[in-house]
């Protein structure tokens, strides 16, 4: 691959097949200083309802476990899919008071019948006969050891295990620890127990007495979009090749560690808090940098568009409005570019 001449400047070198690009980082976050998430989008009734407390974080911390290569679930009748309709299925679980969010029941069952129960949950006939969650006992298993963990360690209560944290990200009794020890938050990049702790904060169930110590969430959207706008930079022509083809690889390393050095540079640019990036980044890789970039094909693959509905546009929502500096808006060898293709649950 041919560098772009813009990659001589403020670069940093993972690996010597992946860079940080600091110049287009900068731009990337002067565009986000004029931008805000629209309010509406934390009152949606995932994070605010009625349900008790306990109801709540276990709703949160079994969606999030979860929540992993999501690309095939969708409820097309309602027009939901991946993580919307992961947010509708646990909220009506959460009001039903169902059993799979209580501890003791899920460890009382079987992955088989959980595996079921999930499945009969993401149906739209109700009947889990053409339910699209896939890997139903893997993420069964997952739901099986977090409750577990809860059950054994805190006598089945979600708010025990909030409390005892202090509200405190890092050191041996934060959340990031604490659930290092389960297998659905043994990522070593953190991005599920991020996402877990932004739900709890815009829920208003967690402080984060020590923000400084947070991890940005990076998923498969935002390493799209950081490649293609050239926040993160691919050397190696293998590598590139990979990309370009979708290609199964072992790992998304260094990849996904410039992703994460990249957001934090561009929040600290943007003056958003860093874990605000997820709102900015991850819809616009879903509806508008996806496969048929807004940039060329004029339209967005989601209708109504994520990115819009999320983010307070300054005027109608026809071009993208990271374009004037995108490498990828006018080089196909960054707007070709796909994420690290790996299987996971991590993310």
């Not at 896939?134 to 069964?140: I, N, P, Q, V």
């Not at 805190?154 to 990031?176: A, E, R």
């Not at 060329?296 to 929502?317: A, Q, R, W, Y």
Request: overall charge neutral.
């Amino acid at each position: 691959m041919k560098n772009h001449p813009k990659m001589k400047m403020n670069i940093t070198n993972y690996n010597n097949k992946i860079y940080l690009n600091a110049a287009q980082c900068k731009q990337c976050g002067e565009v986000l200083k004029n931008l805000n998430i629209r309010d509406e989008f934390y009152r949606r009734p995932f994070l605010k309802n009625n349900n008790v407390t306990e109801s709540k974080l276990s709703m949160l911390f079994n969606a999030v476990a979860v929540c992993h290569q999501t690309r095939a679930l969708a409820h097309p009748g309602l027009n939901l899919y991946g993580w919307d309709y992961l947010e509708m299925g646990f909220l009506q679980l959460a009001k039903a008071a169902s059993w799979l969010l209580q501890p003791e029941r899920i460890v009382a069952a079987s992955i088989h019948n959980i595996a079921e129960a999930l499945s009969l949950t993401f149906s739209p006939d109700n009947e889990g006969t053409n339910s699209t969650l896939d890997r139903l006992d893997e993420r069964a298993g997952l739901m099986k050891g977090l409750a577990h963990f809860v059950a054994a360690q805190y006598n089945g209560s979600y708010c025990s295990l909030v409390t005892s944290t202090g509200n405190k990200l890092g050191g041996d009794n934060g959340i990031y620890n604490l659930l290092m020890q389960l297998e659905a938050f043994a990522d070593p990049r953190k991005k599920k127990t991020s996402f877990l702790v932004k739900l709890m904060y815009d829920a208003d169930l967690f402080t984060m007495d020590d923000p400084e110590n947070y991890v940005p969430v990076m998923d498969y959207h935002m390493q799209r979009v950081l490649l293609r706008m050239g926040c993160v930079e691919v050397s190696d022509p293998e590598l590139h090749e990979l990309l370009v083809r979708r290609q199964l690889q072992d790992s998304d390393e260094p990849i996904r560690t410039a992703c994460i050095d990249a957001l934090a540079l561009i929040a600290g640019i943007s003056g958003h808090p860093v874990w605000v990036m997820n709102d900015f980044l991850w819809p616009l890789g879903r509806s508008c940098c996806h496969l048929n970039p807004l940039c060329i094909s004029g339209m967005c693959e989601k209708e109504p568009c994520t990115f819009n509905n999320m983010v307070g546009l300054p005027d109608e929502h026809k071009n993208c409005i990271f374009q004037k500096f995108c490498f990828g808006s006018r080089d196909e060898k960054y707007r070709n570019l796909y994420e690290p293709i790996i299987q996971t649950h991590y993310y």
